[in-house]
């Protein structure tokens, strides 16, 4: 399944009495990064799992290219890549071996090919065969996101991915979602930290208490 862009259309959401999303609308392309701007509880982290086919909306639909997220689940979320706060590592393994176990289970081929060019992206290939344990926030957020990228989604979505990060290494984030915006792949991801993304989103958009502010 491919896509070539992912389409909100009046999605709300409510968890209870609470209202997180109210009729969002929007289109992100492929070959674009779309920004969420927003505060803490604005709703960005439930719209990115609406996108991620964790949550489903209580009212709307999302179509990813022609296709409704309740049309072939499966086939779509192999072509989704996502990073949260947990960075879904594990910390006795390597890097490589990290690499591997997550190719693997996406049944790719040319596992040792992607794993050693995931290295390359994340400039841990002197770092290797040492254990995630002993790595920094930075080298563990730049392997979680080859982790992501591992299988070539094309929807990438990143649930605030500059925070705790020091300026290298939000600046090899930055490097590295301009390499995926440029292979085609649709990027979404959520901050509040403006100044982390400057010149960075195609678009920007900002929720406030759950709806598009104008």
Same mark, same amino acid.
């Given at each position: 399944?491919?896509?070539?862009?992912?389409?909100?259309?009046?999605?709300?959401?409510?968890?209870?009495?609470?209202?997180?999303?109210? *009729?969002?609308?929007?289109?992100?392309?492929?070959?674009?990064?779309?920004?969420?701007?927003?505060?803490?509880?604005?709703?960005?982290?439930?719209?990115?799992?609406?996108?991620?086919?964790?949550?489903?909306?209580?009212?709307?639909?999302?179509?990813?290219?022609?296709?409704?997220?309740?049309?072939?689940?499966?086939?779509?979320?192999? *072509?989704?890549?996502?990073?949260?706060?947990?960075?879904?590592?594990?910390?006795?393994?390597?890097?490589?071996?990290?690499?591997?176990?997550?190719?693997?289970?996406?049944?790719?081929?040319?596992?040792?090919?992607?794993?050693?060019?995931?290295?390359?992206?994340?400039?841990?290939?002197? *770092?290797?065969?040492?254990?995630?344990?002993?790595?920094?926030?930075?080298?563990?957020? *730049?392997?979680?996101?080859?982790?992501?990228?591992?299988?070539?989604?094309?929807?990438?979505?990143?649930?605030?991915?500059?925070?705790?990060?020091?300026?290298?290494?939000?600046?090899?984030?930055?490097?590295?979602?301009?390499?995926?915006?440029?292979?085609?792949?649709?990027?979404?991801?959520?901050?509040?930290?403006?100044?982390?993304?400057?010149?960075?989103?195609?678009?920007?958009?900002?929720?406030?208490?759950?709806?598009?502010?104008?």
């Amino acid at each position: 399944m491919d896509f070539t862009n992912l389409q909100f259309i009046d999605v709300s959401r409510t968890f209870g009495r609470r209202r997180a999303l109210h *009729r969002v609308s929007l289109t992100a392309e492929a070959g674009t990064i779309t920004a969420l701007l927003g505060h803490n509880g604005a709703g960005k982290s439930t719209l990115l799992s609406i996108a991620a086919t964790l949550l489903q909306p209580s009212s709307g639909t999302v179509h990813y290219g022609g296709h409704a997220a309740t049309n072939g689940a499966a086939a779509l979320r192999a *072509r989704i890549g996502m990073l949260g706060h947990d960075l879904y590592l594990y910390p006795e393994l390597s890097a490589a071996e990290n690499l591997r176990f997550f190719a693997r289970i996406y049944a790719l081929p040319d596992v040792e090919r992607r794993v050693v060019r995931g290295l390359e992206q994340a400039g841990l290939t002197e *770092r290797a065969d040492d254990p995630v344990s002993s790595y920094s926030r930075g080298m563990r957020q *730049r392997l979680a996101l080859e982790r992501a990228l591992i299988h070539d989604p094309r929807l990438l979505l990143l649930d605030e991915p500059f925070t705790g990060l020091d300026e290298a290494a939000r600046e090899a984030l930055r490097d590295r979602l301009q390499t995926a915006r440029a292979a085609g792949t649709i990027v979404l991801l959520t901050t509040h930290d403006v100044a982390a993304i400057a010149n960075l989103p195609d678009r920007s958009v900002t929720l406030v208490e759950g709806r598009l502010a104008a």
